[in-house]
Each structure stands twice: as C-alpha cells, then as structure tokens.
C-alpha cells in the first residue's frame, strides 16, 4: 500500500503540472496575449486540458483509487489523503462516464465563448455572443447528464460550487434575506443621496495600479507568492502554492471600483496564499466551495473595505498617490462607499443591492436550466427581472445580460455562492467581534493583520478539509442563517443613513 499511495501522489503531482500550464495558458489569453495568438492558445489549452482529462480517467489512475479505497488501506491514510481519495473517486466515477471527444469539444467551445462575450460587451451585442452562449448551456446541460444522469442538471452545478447545497436550501435562505432586506432597501432610499461630486475627475491609471498594491499589502497579500495583471473582469488564479495571481481593470474616471476589485480579489488570494503548505499534492488545496471562498473576498470588500475604520490609517499614504483624495472627506468617502441605490450592474452595486442581483441571477439560472428558456430570450427575461427586483431597467446589454463573464465558461451555479458568501461573512463578523472585540477599534488602530490572522487561523490555512457546513460549525457553532447579515446591514445603514 505504502507504494501504491507513493505511485498516486507521483501521479497527481504530473496532473497539478499540467494544470499549472493551462492556467498559466489562460492567464496569458486573458491578461496579456496579442490578437493574433490567441486560436493557437486557445487550441493549446486544449491539449493540456484533454491530457488532463486522459488522466483523470486513465485505468491507471482508477486503480491507484480502488487500491486506496479498501477498508484495510483507507484507514491508515491521514485525513488530508482520506479526502483525497473520497472525493477523486467521485469525481473519477463521473468523469469516465464523459467522452472524451465531447469533453474536448466542450473545452473548445468554452474558449471560443469567452472570446464572443469579450468582443460582445465591447459591442453591447447579444447578437455576437448568443450562438456562443447557446452552445455552452446545451453541451452545459449534456455534461451534467453525462456525469449525473440521475440528477437534476441545476441540482449537481449548485453542488459542484458548494457541496452540500441545495436549491432547496438556497430557495429559503434567500427567501430570508430578500423580506428582510426589500424594506430597508425603501426605507434607505427614500432618503437624501449624498453630494458625491467631490470625487469626480480624472484619476492617473498609474496612481491607481499603486494603490492597488498598497491595499494588497495592507490586508496581508503575500506579494512573494503572488502577483498582478490586467484584464476585463477582475480575477484570481492560483498556478501553484507558491503562485497566486490576481488581476483587475481600472478606468481613470472611477478609482474606486479598481480599489474594492483588488480588495475582494486580494481577499481571494489571501485565502489560497494561507493555506498550509502540509496540504501539497493532497485535495485540501483546491478549494472549490465556491460559497466559502466567496465569503472570504466578501468579508474583506465589504464587512472591513466598506468600514470607514479600515481606511483611516492609509487614507493619507492614498491622497498622496491620487491628490484628488485630499480633497475628498472621510466622511464623504464613507458615504461613497456605502451609497446604496439601486442600479443595472452588479460590480457596481453596494452591498445591499447586491444581494438582489444575485438571487435575479439565481432565477435567472433556474429559467435557463429548469424551463429551458431558449437563449435568444435570455436578454429579455434579463432585463424584466431588473425591473422587478431592482426598480431599474439595463440600457442595453451591455449592462444587462452581457455584464458577467460567468456564463460565457459554463460556470452556472456559481452565483448564489457569492451571496452565501455574504451570508456566511454575517456569522464570521458576529463571532469574530465575541473573540476580539469590536472591528471598528481593531481597523482604527491600523491592526488589520490581526483579522486576517483570525481568519488565517479559523479558515484559511484549513483550505478545504471541511465543507462549508463544517466550518460553520466550528467557527461559529451554529447551522447557517441570514440574521447576523441583515443585523450587520440595520445596524450599519441606519447610523449612516440616519433611518
Ligand atoms: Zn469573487
């Protein structure tokens, strides 16, 4: 057995390899690759990705996890390797029931896509974008069937992005937040909006790339085992433990989305840089509950980024790399950051609203995959959902259903993660404050490193040895529920609002 399990850590330590290289792959198609390169990467990608799949399937690598998964060996394995085996078998067992041509084809066909929504949104297009799009959600749903064939295709994506999750959980903790959070959203914006001119004009892109990395710094991204890019949608990428990327895009009328952008994704990185590096070559690396890896971004965007306290100690160190900011009151700045109201476009809504644009996106998902709305509809359905959940209506689609790049790489089921994020992020403030006292107090006296460390501690460095649920149970010792969020919300909205 002591071979056997020395044979399995070789053998996935070649598939993190060649992993490494389509991420790294991908991260120059979209970050840095000319024009004219990129059908030979995109094809190059392919291969690795095809290699991958030939791997994960091979009856080699079956029979390192058949070995493994008897009684007798399995228990001598240590509780990193356990999950290892336990969840590889699972996905060992769906990935053999997919061709390998459709798995190819599907990879192809994702690349292709996420190039046709770029050019799209450029355009403000649907029409581009649409036959594109059609392709993914119908070899989307053909994909699941292969895998799952006796389950619900919208059942098994919501799992893939958090175990344990189902629409029928979802529906009625949603349901939870969407009453409570309906009346404050009218109570808040009945009120005054405030003056915010004192932030308009022309920031210096340089400027903002500088205080991009200051705010990394700030929260406690490690920029030894990580890096920076650009590109159309802020992302993050892990290449390897030693190697996790984040990037972000950055307009020179509005330095302030490129300021939370890195903050939510530096929040990202700041949870695969702090993983223990005893985990290597194991599963409790690739942290791919997506709810749980959300709310560490989130908490890091909004419960401390959207705290005036959190930009007390560098907001002058700001000012002096974009002079605009002193001119800029803390004060006023407070208000810009926490403007609740209502709007088309989900990187620019406040937190509150947010929560709107995710459960839009949740019925969204639930139509395309549930009622096999055809896609040509999609923009449509899109823009009457605006209107009904957030008062508003997209101008076009460019601000409508063509503002996401989620879709275009079959990544359905992603989006209620980001507001189980939020969730989650309620009852890690609520338990985080009982053990270290108020966070204002800690974020005024410039002790940040302090929250990370907490949340080091009590989440990150446990990568993903234990599922959402679990790590709810031991930070917090309590089942999942939106009331420590909407608490945080009433609280912070009616001292600013003066509800
Ligand atoms: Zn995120």
Not at 68 to 83: C, G, I, Q, R
Not at 177 to 189: A, F, H, V
Not at 357 to 376: G, Q, S, W
Not at 404 to 416: E, Q, T
Request: charge should be negative; aromatic fraction near 12%; hydrophobic fraction near 35%.
């Amino acid at each position: 057995m002591e071979n056997t399990l020395k044979k399995f850590k070789d053998y996935l330590k070649k598939i993190e390899q060649y992993t490494e290289a389509v991420e790294l792959l991908t991260w120059d198609l979209q970050t840095a690759a000319p024009k004219e390169s990129i059908d030979r990467k995109i094809e190059s990608i392919s291969f690795f990705s095809t290699e991958i799949f030939r791997m994960s399937t091979s009856d080699e690598y079956g029979g390192y996890l058949k070995e493994l998964s008897k009684p007798e060996n399995y228990e001598k394995l240590d509780d990193a390797m356990k999950l290892t085996v336990k969840r590889y078998v699972r996905e060992y067992e769906r990935f053999k029931r997919v061709p390998e041509e459709f798995y190819s084809e599907f990879t192809t066909a994702k690349s292709r896509s996420e190039q046709a929504w770029e050019q799209a949104k450029e355009a403000d297009d649907f029409s581009i974008y649409e036959p594109y799009l059609d392709k993914v959600i119908k070899m989307t749903k053909e994909y699941v069937h292969y895998m799952e064939p006796e389950q619900e295709p919208y059942e098994v994506l919501l799992d893939m992005f958090e175990e344990g999750m189902d629409s029928k959980a979802i529906d009625e903790i949603f349901e939870q937040l969407k009453e409570g959070l309906l009346p404050l959203i009218k109570e808040i914006t009945a009120k005054e909006q405030p003056d915010l001119t004192a932030l308009k004009g022309n920031y210096s892109i340089q400027g903002e790339k500088e205080v991009q990395n200051l705010l990394l710094d700030y929260i406690g991204f490690n920029f030894d085992r990580g890096t920076t890019g650009e590109s159309v949608h802020p992302f993050t990428t892990t290449l390897c433990s030693g190697d996790v990327r984040v990037t972000n895009s950055f307009d020179e009328t509005n330095p302030i989305d490129s300021m939370f952008s890195a903050i939510h994704e530096g929040g990202h990185a700041i949870f695969e840089q702090n993983i223990d590096r005893k985990y290597e070559d194991t599963v409790v690396m690739t942290v791919d509950m997506m709810g749980l890896h959300e709310s560490q971004s989130r908490f890091f965007e909004n419960i401390l980024g959207r705290n005036i306290n959190f930009w007390k100690p560098v907001y002058d160190r700001i000012g002096e790399i974009l002079p605009q900011f002193k001119d800029v009151s803390m004060e006023i700045f407070e208000k810009a950051i926490n403007c609740v109201k209502a709007g088309p476009v989900r990187l620019q809504a406040d937190e509150v609203t947010y929560c709107m644009h995710i459960i839009l996106r949740y019925e969204m998902e639930k139509a395309v995959f549930r009622d096999n709305v055809p896609t040509a509809e999609l923009p449509e359905l899109w823009n009457k959902k605006t209107v009904e959940l957030l008062g508003v209506k997209p101008e076009n689609d460019g601000e409508g259903i063509l503002q996401d790049m989620h879709w275009s790489d079959g990544s359905f089921g992603y989006f209620p993660s980001y507001l189980l994020g939020s969730i989650y992020d309620g009852m890690f403030l609520e338990q985080l404050e009982k053990e270290l006292g108020p966070v204002d107090t800690i974020l005024e006296e410039g002790r940040i490193k302090e929250i990370t460390k907490w949340l080091t501690e009590k989440i990150h460095k446990n990568g993903s040895l234990y599922n959402s649920k679990e790590v709810l149970q031991r930070v917090c010792g309590k089942e999942v529920t939106a009331e420590p969020l909407l608490k945080y919300f009433r609280d912070k909205y009616a001292r600013i609002y003066g509800l």
